[in-house]
Nanobody, 119 residues
Framework: QVQLVESGGDLVQAGGSLRLSCAAS????????MGWYRQAPGKQRELVAV??????TYADSVKGRFSISRDNAKNTVYLQMNSLKPEDTGVYYC??????????????WGQGTQVTVSS
C-alpha cells in the first residue's frame, strides 16, 4: 500500500498565499509523477499541476501564480500558491504514480485538504 497525506489547506483572503504539502509513504520503489488536483463544490475534479522528473505542467488558470516542486528524498510534493483568488477555493487532492517494491504499479490519491479563499 502507498499512502498520501496532504497538509497546508486553510482559509485565506484573496491575494494571499498558501503552501500545500503531500508526503507519500509505504512500499515505494519509485515515484514517476506527483501532482495536485482540485474539486470545487458542484464541479468536476480538475488538474492543477503535475511534476514528472524535471517537467512541470500547470492548468492555464494557475500559471504564473502556482508553483509545484518535489523533494525526491522525502517522497514529498509541494504546491506554492500565490495571488490566490476566490475561484481557487476547493478540496485539493494529491496524486502519485509509480512502482511499489516488487515492481507492481500504484496510482494513489490523498484524502484531500480544503483551501478556501475569501473575497
Amino acid at each position: 500500500q502507498v499512502q498520501l497525506v496532504e497538509s497546508g489547506g486553510d482559509l485565506v483572503q484573496a491575494g494571499g498565499s498558501l503552501r500545500l504539502s503531500c508526503a507519500a509513504s509505504g512500499s515505494i520503489f519509485t515515484i514517476n509523477a506527483m501532482g495536485w488536483y482540485r474539486q470545487a463544490p458542484g464541479k468536476q475534479r480538475e488538474l492543477v499541476a503535475v511534476i514528472t522528473g524535471g517537467t512541470t505542467t500547470y492548468a492555464d488558470s494557475v500559471k504564473g501564480r502556482f508553483s509545484i516542486s518535489r523533494d525526491n528524498a522525502k517522497n514529498t510534493v509541494y504546491l506554492q500558491m500565490n495571488s490566490l483568488k476566490p475561484e481557487d477555493t476547493g478540496v485539493y487532492y494529491c496524486l502519485a504514480d509509480g512502482l511499489r517494491t516488487g515492481f507492481s504499479p500504484f496510482h494513489s490519491w490523498g484524502q484531500g485538504t480544503q483551501v478556501t479563499v475569501s473575497s
